[in-house]
């Protein structure tokens, strides 16, 4: 690439949530960071229950940290300036530039304020703007990623990730479809024409996202959107089986039964391990497993009844954004005392997080749930006082005789009364508990982990003795670089991303209702 300046960008759309605006952004940071060119994700505003914990100790959408891993660049806050944590279905934890602010609703934080005293979507969309224009002052390009669709025309006022973010920073909007969903072409042309004319000028053309078969067939169809919109087809990229990248939100689909998908491989030892994943209400950080899954031999699923235990060598309880909730969430449905009994017959249990808070005997909560005073399983010998401030923190140690490195995000201060040390919490038997997210990724403190979890199991597992967590999410970068490479038009793109929307670009009638008015007055928005 020649040319290269300061300052180019890109908005990654899309016309449904899960389209793959998070893997195309990704890829291409990856394509151009493999290219010699400086560049860094931005995601506006996310929302999302897995986040991540930056040098600096801000916390950020988890999706933007591994965005930034492709870039091979450090992740901060700059790259996701406000994240919206869920903590019902009509409330989230509001954090700005890195830190909470409060919880607020829904209209609360579209409406009339912040929790930081700010003024709404405008002080929003400052910020945000601001923080990208600090990248852009820094890196060669920015890949910003949008969120759900920027034709949801109902919060098109208060939009600071989408168009309202694209209109305000002039960036062209690659659209990225889901062939694999159907109705691409309708939903490439129903997201375009629902734009006001001054969202639809950013508008440069379409991605094809998760295709299977034979290209040829799709280019009349391609070729045939591109004359009723004017826009064209950056490429279309095939469906990828296990990417096994970050994803952005638990909340998105059940995940009963889902199986994380991991390393095609037979395991080392004579047995597979299997691990039951606790599918509780308002799941955060649920990437943790991602490490065991990535082992050959680890079966890794998720469950939400008792009796899908029973064949488990290992149960994992997750972090979550309502511990009081997800305590009562086992209790009714019978998995608490299926936990119960398994540490009582000596069989493993991890706590980590919200899932080591409620394994402990008290927790006083005035602030997340505000329930005051609760039980808890009682499996530990650990009390948890809910605290206003947040511990965000990337804490170092050692367990098992070998280096750890994790992060930590929680309101839950907890008091440990017992047991045997283990990282910040401790361990009781065969039930183990922490706070730290992510230590599961220090190879050799996993593998010390499988080995006693397969022994207190009976199984005959060794863990691969040359696993690396690090490696194999290179590979997967790498992976989706490649889809870029190779299936993408690259030169058209760059071009994109250093010059901005072409030209002229037609309007795609019947257009956003209000066109007209917004022909008129272009600059405000929609």
């Avoid at 965005?67 to 944590?85: D, I, T």
């Avoid at 694999?180 to 969202?199: E, I, K, M, N, Q």
């Avoid at 490195?405 to 990282?423: C, K, S």
């Avoid at 730290?436 to 403190?445: A, K, P, V, Y």
Wanted: glycine content about 14%.
């Amino acid at each position: 690439m020649t040319g290269q300046r300061r300052g180019g960008g890109l908005l990654v759309a899309g016309t449904t949530s899960d389209a793959g605006k998070s893997v195309v952004t990704a890829g291409i940071c990856r394509w151009l960071a493999r290219q010699g060119v400086k560049v860094a994700p931005f995601k506006g505003q996310n929302m999302s229950l897995n986040s991540y914990v930056t040098r600096d100790g801000a916390e950020i959408g988890r999706a933007q940290a591994m965005q930034a891993q492709a870039a091979r660049v450090e992740p901060s806050a700059l790259m996701n300036p406000v994240l919206l944590k869920p903590g019902s279905d009509r409330t989230s934890q509001v954090v700005l530039l890195g830190r909470p602010v409060g919880e607020m609703s829904a209209r609360g934080f579209f409406g009339s304020g912040t929790p930081a005293g700010g003024g709404g979507r405008e002080a929003l969309l400052s910020t945000v703007v601001e923080c990208l224009e600090e990248l852009r002052s820094t890196y060669d390009a920015v890949i910003c990623e949008g969120a759900g669709s920027p034709a949801e025309i109902n919060l098109r006022r208060t939009d600071i990730v989408n168009m309202g973010v694209a209109r305000a920073a002039d960036l062209p909007v690659l659209v990225v479809g889901d062939i694999d969903r159907g109705g691409v072409f309708a939903s490439f042309f129903g997201t375009t024409a629902l734009l006001a004319p001054a969202d639809q000028r950013l508008v440069a053309g379409y991605l094809v996202n998760k295709f299977r078969g034979d290209v040829s067939l799709l280019r009349p169809g391609l070729d045939m959107l591109e004359g009723i919109t004017g826009r064209r087809s950056y490429g279309v990229l095939p469906y990828a089986h296990g990417l096994g990248i970050d994803e952005e939100d638990g909340l998105r689909v059940s995940l009963r039964g889902a199986v994380r998908e991991s390393v095609v491989a037979p395991p080392v030892g004579d047995e597979v391990l299997r691990v039951a994943v606790c599918a509780v209400p308002l799941m955060s950080n649920f990437t943790d497993v991602d490490a065991l899954a990535a082992e050959p031999g680890v079966v890794v699923r998720f469950v939400d009844r008792p009796e899908e235990f029973v064949d488990a060598d290992l149960v994992v309880v997750p972090g979550t954004r309502g511990t009081v909730r997800a305590l009562a969430w086992l209790r009714e449905r019978g998995l608490a005392d299926a936990l119960l009994r398994r540490a009582a017959e000596g069989r493993p249990v991890l706590g980590i997080c919200g899932g080591f808070q409620l394994l402990g005997e008290h927790i006083e909560d005035d602030v997340e749930s505000r329930a005051g005073e609760v039980p808890g399983l009682g499996l530990l010998p650990v009390r948890v006082r809910f605290a206003a401030d947040k511990t965000l923190a990337r804490p170092t140690g050692s367990a098992l005789g070998e280096p750890v490195e994790g992060y930590e995000i929680h309101h839950g201060v907890a008091e440990v009364l017992g047991g045997e040390a283990f990282l910040d919490g401790c361990r009781v038997g065969s039930v183990w508990g922490t706070h730290w997210h992510g230590s599961l990724e220090s190879d050799g403190f996993r593998r010390g982990f499988l080995r006693r979890v397969a022994d207190a199991a009976g199984r005959r597992f060794v863990p691969a003795p040359d696993t690396s967590f690090a490696a194999l999410r290179e590979e997967q970068l790498d992976r989706l670089g490649d889809l870029i490479a190779e299936h993408a038009d690259t030169d058209a793109l760059w071009r994109l991303i250093e010059g901005g929307a072409p030209a002229n670009l037609p309007f795609v009638p019947p257009g956003h209702p209000d066109h007209a008015a917004h022909a008129a007055h272009p600059g405000t928005p929609s």
